[in-house]
Structures are given as C-alpha cells and as structure tokens.
Nanobody
Framework: QVQLAESGGGLVQAGGSLRLSCAAS????????MAWFRQAPGKEREFVST????????HYTDSVKGRFTISRDNAKNMVYLQMNSLQPEDTAAYYC?????????????????WGQGTQVTVSS
C-alpha cells in the first residue's frame, strides 16, 4: 500500500504560479505511472497530467498544455506539478494518484491510490 500527500496549494492571482508536490510513502513509486487530477466544486474529478514510471512520457489535458509541467524524482519518491500562467478556471482541489503499470491514463478509475488533495484558488 502507498500513501500520497499533496502540498503546495494556495491562493494566487491570475497569471501567477504554484508548484504542487506529492510525497509518496509506503513503497517506491519507481516504475509506476503517476498523475494529477483536479476537482472543482460541483464538478467531476478531471484529468490534468500524467507521467510514466520512467519519467520519459508525459501527457496533459489540452487546457493546461504549455502552462503546466509534470515531473518526478524517483529517488525522493516525489511527483511535482509546476503550474504557470494560472487562470481562475484552474481553481480546484488537486489530487495526486498512482496506478499500476508503467504508463498513465486519463481514466480516474484506473488509479489505485489517491492523496487527500490540495486546494488551488486563482483570483481574477
């Protein structure tokens, strides 16, 4: 079993930046796909980005391409999401997740463990 803990959320003005971190414990994340999802009030949880177990392959939802960057440090058991040019529509709780296998998925059901989330609020 693995535990995930997100941090780094907060309140930022439009155009600003935040860096989210996800700390894993209980087992290594090496070789496992990791992802970030987000959920705004009254909406379903949606895919944001995923990174392969090797860290070579990444994938982003269209709305964040060019603004967000996912990365991982397997030695530290950490995953990151650098978010630049933030917009009010990025406001949501952001969740880190891990799934079996080398490659990620946009499907929330394919992920085995989740963190508790960190709130990101972008003011206009």
């Amino acid at each position: 079993q693995v535990q995930l803990a997100e941090s780094g959320g907060g309140l930022v003005q439009a155009g600003g930046s935040l860096r989210l971190s996800c700390a894993a414990s209980g087992r290594t994340i090496r070789g496992y796909a990791m992802a970030w999802f987000r959920q705004a009030p009254g909406k379903e949880r949606e895919f944001v980005s995923t990174i392969s177990g090797s860290g070579i392959t990444t994938h982003y939802t269209d709305s964040v391409k060019g603004r967000f960057t996912i990365s991982r440090d397997n030695a530290k058991n950490m995953v990151y999401l650098q978010m630049n040019s933030l917009q009010p529509e990025d406001t949501a709780a952001y969740y880190c997740a891990i799934k079996s296998g080398l490659y990620g998925s946009v499907n929330v059901r394919e992920y085995d463990y989740w963190g508790q989330g960190t709130q990101v609020t972008v003011s206009s």
